[in-house]
């Protein structure tokens, strides 16, 4: 898990770097020292190539670039320091890129005695290579024709790695790994976008030593092949039901003001661990193992973990897990009214845009649970971090991040959402500013959601409420950007830097002002700063 104190104040202190080279393309980040969206022919084979540097507690010691240098036209060459408490690691980084291979080589050596779960290279492979078929190049010298698992696989779907073969819409290619043996696992288990090939030590996954000057190098080599490109197929916008929304219980009581705020954002139902219930709202009773006695306000049970024995106690039992999707999927229920889960969504990475793409893993846990047809599937509850001083949660960043997670889950078919706990969201009449993406919300049963990119850069919502369109927009990068949406203008909201203040502090009074948007022939005109939201009225 990450440290305390670990988050990124923002874009980092160089721009990444985009680098071409004949069918292959991808992205540098030299604040990081990582490798980001490996395409061939414009599609993505290769999600991130980075060291994974874990403490003896699985804490991620984040890295510092202690130099960076170009080499040639295409190559880097950089050196990176991971310090903390009784821990040292340092290493020397290559990035070269031919016209026929792309090599990442990290060489490094233990600064001191560690204790440690992992150090080395991690390549993640994009979820949506889910139902990919590969073949797989084996330490012995076998291969094995076999195919990323499309759901969630609860396990590693295959083991003992030297070579990988992939190949999608018309794009593929050959990684091949130098230095240990590599496994790989399903991180959509935990939300994340993808899965994790990662160097196996004999002790792993106990705690093994390093001692000081140890060597640990390790190399990928990304080699593009030529096959017949076919169109990759055009994703058309998803129409959808919007799910219903609750709200985690606070842990001190909240006043009749905040609560009132709380239903204007369109909560009547709070998911209530350890009695935090909210008076005059209804409840879904949070209970490890069997319930205690249940107020009238209690809708449904939620329990844990999944195949806890639990006596009849006249309401629907949904079985699930109050950590990560990982610990329901390991331990599938064989009857439920329905299943759940809670999300973290920096378990393995902390970084805005690692954090914004687990909304693709959501999606896939959620099709993964429907698919055992055991109910309706409830998604939370959702938390941008385990650490609630995540400064994040007060920014622009968790309102789009949050948006983009609800529509996410409703497209897959989630049937409800569990927001951040409720006096964290309102306290003292202040609200965050995602309060206002689900006060949006309110009234709309149906949502349209349209296609993004990879990395998502936006995400924009079109909802029918009231007999009038209502369309929610959110830009998901650091940077400000200039929309054409389709459409003759209408009336805008924005939430951005100048705004935010206002917004929270005020945010029935700042709901009434709007402003009418500019047009460009058919096309509404929107200007949004980093990370901004708005709402369109038409």
Not at 87 to 103: A, M, N, Q, Y
Request: glycine share 10%; hydrophobic share 40%.
């Amino acid at each position: 898990m990450p440290r305390d104190g670990q988050f990124p104040a923002g874009p980092g202190t160089s721009q990444p770097i985009e680098v071409r080279a004949g069918k292959v393309s991808f992205i540098v980040e030299p604040d990081r020292g990582t490798l980001r969206y490996l395409r061939v022919n414009g599609v993505e084979l290769v999600r991130c190539v980075y060291a994974g540097v874990r403490d003896a507690d699985w804490g991620t010691v984040q890295p510092r670039i202690t130099s960076w240098r170009s080499v040639g036209d295409r190559g880097f060459e950089f050196e990176v320091r991971h310090e903390a408490p009784d821990f040292g690691f340092s290493w020397r980084g290559l990035v070269e890129c031919g016209h026929d291979r792309v090599r990442f080589v990290m060489d490094g050596v233990s600064e001191r005695n560690l204790t440690t779960r992992r150090v080395g290279l991690c390549v993640l492979l994009p979820g949506s290579l889910g139902g990919a078929a590969c073949e797989v190049g084996h330490p012995d010298g076998s291969t094995e024709r076999c195919a990323l698992p499309d759901l969630v696989s609860p396990d590693a779907p295959f083991a003992g790695i030297r070579s990988i073969d992939l190949a999608r819409e018309g794009a593929s290619c050959r990684l091949e790994f130098k230095g240990e043996t590599f496994d790989i696992e399903d991180q959509r288990n935990w939300t994340d976008a993808s899965f994790k090939i990662y160097s196996r030590v004999p002790d792993w996954p106990n705690a093994y030593r390093l001692v000081q000057g140890q060597r640990v190098r390790h190399e990928v080599e990304i080699t593009p092949v030529e096959i017949s490109p076919t169109a990759p197929a055009s994703e058309a916008p998803t129409e959808c039901r919007v799910p219903k929304i609750f709200v985690e219980g606070p842990e001190s009581p909240m006043s009749e003001g905040d609560v009132e705020l709380l239903r204007r954002a369109g909560i009547g139902c709070v998911w209530a661990e350890h009695g935090r219930y909210i008076p005059g709202l209804r409840s879904i009773e949070v209970a490890e193992g069997a319930p205690r006695t249940l107020p009238p306000s209690t809708e449904a049970v939620a329990i844990y973990p999944p195949t806890s024995s639990v006596s009849l106690c006249g309401k629907p039992i949904l079985r699930g897990a109050n950590s990560n999707f990982v610990d329901l999927n390991r331990n599938r229920p064989e009857r439920a009214d329905g299943v759940w889960f809670a999300v973290d969504s920096q378990v393995h990475a902390v970084d805005d845009l690692s954090i914004i793409e687990t909304v693709e893993g959501l999606e896939a846990c959620v099709r993964t649970a429907r698919s055992w047809k055991l109910g309706p599937v409830f998604v939370g509850p959702v938390r941008l971090s385990s650490n609630e001083s995540d400064p994040r949660l007060a920014a622009l960043m968790y309102a789009g991040w949050l948006l983009r997670a609800i529509a996410g889950a409703a497209r897959a078919g989630a049937a409800g959402f569990t927001v951040f706990r409720a006096d964290g969201l309102v306290r003292a009449g202040t609200v965050l500013p995602a309060w206002h993406v689900l006060a949006d919300l309110v009234g709309a049963r149906n949502m349209t959601i349209e296609p993004t990119d990879s990395p998502p850069k936006s995400v924009v919502v079109t909802l029918e409420a009231g007999g009038r369109q209502r369309r929610l927009v959110a830009n998901l990068t650091p940077e400000p950007v200039q929309m054409r949406l389709p459409g003759s203008g209408g009336l805008a909201r924005v939430l951005d830097e100048m705004s935010i203040a206002e917004a929270c502090k005020h945010p029935l009074e700042w709901r009434e002002a709007t402003h009418p948007l500019a047009t460009d022939g058919p096309l509404a005109c929107l200007a949004l700063g980093p990370y901004a939201y708005a709402r369109i009225d038409t």
